[in-house]
């Protein structure tokens, strides 16, 4: 580390004096970054307002709540809103408890060892499997082996997996953010770990947490390539396209967004496609502002202190 | 009654244990599980149908219903878009991590990290709508094409990877102590110049993994680059004709391929491919962060 200042020391930049040219160089490199972090900003304001401008005039009551329709135009998008959020809450329902258990276990009970560095490397490993490679694993499983077709819950197991890892992250995160004198403080009035861990930790870190698992819901909200030969590409074709059944298919709204343009059987595929663009993208900001304000709100009732 | 409850409290602990250990090991076993599952399907093109390993790496003819499995299309098409992504989304999401960790106000900072949060939230279907809608008829306008093609792949996949590359770059230069940014200063350096001849140097081994997971990110991404790139399983000539990835043919071929197919199971040496390349990765990162220590 110490080379590097010296590198700077020696640098004949510096020993021949030419401050001015230094000092301009600094003014561009430092206007550079400015305009580069501020054409990203610029670049999501552009892909936020095109959204709305070429989607807004397609919403309406019938669009987000109809049918699809497979032939004619006019059609909706309302059992894939549907089937989005199914799959997300029987996706959280499998991947928080694994989760959160693997998370408090590294963070608060496993000391430095074999068995915390195997599970570390199987969680980086698993959070860089391709989407779609996830879900060819899926089809193998769960369509092949287990012969259930194209499920909602097989589209929601294999979501888990992809998901595990990120949902452990924030769990961990949350946890290394309690301060170390609550667990001793918890402990030396006699507490086991595990009471400290439920009664003590877990409350302080519920802002934080629940903050992180808004979030990444909003990424399994939109994923797709582990969906389309998992979960299906066509809504239920059971008594309702409105399905509970985990056992039909279900196609959730970024899986249509893909399959009208793919197999653009509808006259009007492009105006259901920045429709559905739309709804995407107000159902992640939304996502990024529950996250923002719920984990506010549980962290002043649970802690006291607005953080 | 204090023994009973300590002896309650002593039960909970130790299942609470077994409980804990069980679902850090679920990721043991699931990782294995798709590995193994992937690792025997992804070979049955070689051992069940015969098709030699050296036909479906350096071949460039696909058929997949007539019985030509050479993928060297959709490898080369995989390493150009990515290459592409990680040339200009690479030294800009390291830029973008730069300004936040040294020049940002704390204002400017909190203002826009959340842009930068719903950007890794924006599903990659919808870039790859937005692409397609607004990225292929710009290229074709421009270069009196179709539009799409490696380029427009390229570009929607450099902004794609900016988020992983910008947090990731910020936290390694985070990590730099301010001992080095004294110490530079001290000696007059300017601020552009301890940035460039100290900082970053110092985070070189961060700053590699950012742009490891970048590649990570881009080399696996699906939709996005299968709605631009126009899927031509040809071999590329030009960054301006349609192309096809490994990500793209797999999701464009798996409907149509039979079960037990030969067509089928080299889709899945496909994946198994991109799967190798995804560990190979993490192995690079390992690599590069045993190196600092």
């Known amino acids: 580390m110490a080379q590097a200042v010296a590198r700077v020391a020696s640098s004949d930049t510096l020993a021949s004096n030419n401050a001015r040219s230094r000092r301009i ?22 892909f936020i307002g095109y959204l709305f ?12 709540f109809g049918y699809p329709s497979s032939a004619n135009a006019g059609g909706g998008i309302g059992p894939e809103i549907f089937n989005s959020f199914y799959i997300l809450i029987l996706t959280l329902v499998f ?6 258990c693997a998370g408090m276990y590294l963070q608060e009970y496993a000391g430095p060892g074999r068995f915390r560095d195997l599970v570390q490397f199987s969680a980086e490993s698993l959070a860089t499997v391709p989407s779609i490679v996830m879900g060819l694993f899926g089809l193998l499983i769960f369509v092949q082996m287990f012969h259930w077709h194209f499920t909602a819950l097989g589209g929601a197991l294999t979501l888990t997996l992809l998901n595990l890892p990120a949902m452990m992250r924030v769990t961990q995160e949350a946890l290394a953010g309690v301060p170390g004198t609550y667990r001793e403080a918890s402990m030396s009035l006699g507490a086991t770990r ?26 399994i909200f939109g994923e797709t390539a582990a969906l389309i030969y998992t979960a299906g590409a066509s809504v239920s074709f059971g008594k309702s396209a409105y399905d509970f059944n985990p056992f039909h298919t279900a196609e959730t709204l970024a899986v249509h967004l893909y399959s009208t343009h793919r197999e653009a059987l509808v006259p009007d595929a492009d105006a259901i496609g920045n429709g559905s663009a739309l709804v995407l993208l107000v159902m992640v900001l939304l996502f990024n502002v529950v996250a923002r304000v719920v984990g506010r709100q549980l962290t002043i009732r649970f802690t006291g202190k607005a953080s | 009654m204090v023994g009973v409850r300590a002896n309650k409290a002593h039960r909970d602990e130790r299942f609470a244990l077994i409980v804990l250990v069980t679902c850090s090991g679920i990721f043991v076993v699931a990782i294995a599980l798709i590995l193994g599952f992937l690792a025997f399907s992804g070979t049955r093109l070689f051992f069940h149908d015969h098709v030699s390993p050296f036909e479906f790496l350096f071949s460039t003819n696909w058929d997949g219903l007539g019985g030509h499995f050479g993928a060297a299309p959709f490898i080369v098409g995989s390493l150009i878009a990515t290459g592409f992504a990680i040339l200009v989304g690479g030294p800009l999401g390291v830029a973008i991590g730069v300004f936040f960790s040294e020049l940002a106000p704390k204002r400017v900072a909190d203002a826009m990290k959340p842009a930068i949060e719903v950007l890794v939230g924006i599903p990659s279907v919808v870039y790859g709508w937005l692409g397609l809608t607004v990225l292929v008829p710009l290229i074709g306008s421009i270069f009196h094409t179709g539009g799409d093609g490696l380029l427009a792949a390229g570009i929607v996949l450099s902004i794609m990877i900016l ?114 390349i995804a560990m190979g990765l993490i192995l690079l990162i390992r690599f590069a962060l045993r190196k600092r220590t």
């Open chain 1, 194 to 219: 595990w009471q400290t861990v439920v009664k003590v930790i877990l409350p302080s870190a519920i802002g934080p947490l629940i903050t992180g698992v808004v979030l990444v819901s909003g990424r």
């Open chain 2, 163 to 276: 988020p992983t590359v910008i947090s990731l770059s910020e936290d390694a230069l985070r990590v730099v102590p301010d001992s080095m940014r004294e110490g530079s200063a001290a000696l007059g350096a300017t601020r552009w110049e301890t940035i460039s001849r100290v900082l970053v140097p110092s985070a070189k081994s961060g700053l590699a993994v950012a742009v490891i997971l970048g590649i990570a990110r881009a080399i696996g991404e699906t939709l996005a680059v299968q709605l631009v790139l126009g899927n031509a399983p040809v071999f590329v000539t030009s960054l301006l004709r349609p192309a096809s990835a490994l990500t793209s043919e797999i999701v464009m071929d798996m409907g149509d391929a039979p079960d037990g197919t030969a067509f089928q199971h080299a889709l899945f040496s496909m994946a198994f491919l991109l799967l190798l």
């Open chain 1, 95 to 100: 991947t928080l408890p694994i989760a959160v």
């Open chain 1, 25 to 46: 160089v600094d003014r561009i490199a430092t206007g550079s970054l400015w305009t580069a972090a501020g054409s990203v900003v610029a670049l999501l304001v552009i």
């Open chain 1, 53 to 64: 401008y070429k989607g807004a005039s397609v919403i309406s009551w019938h669009f987000l």
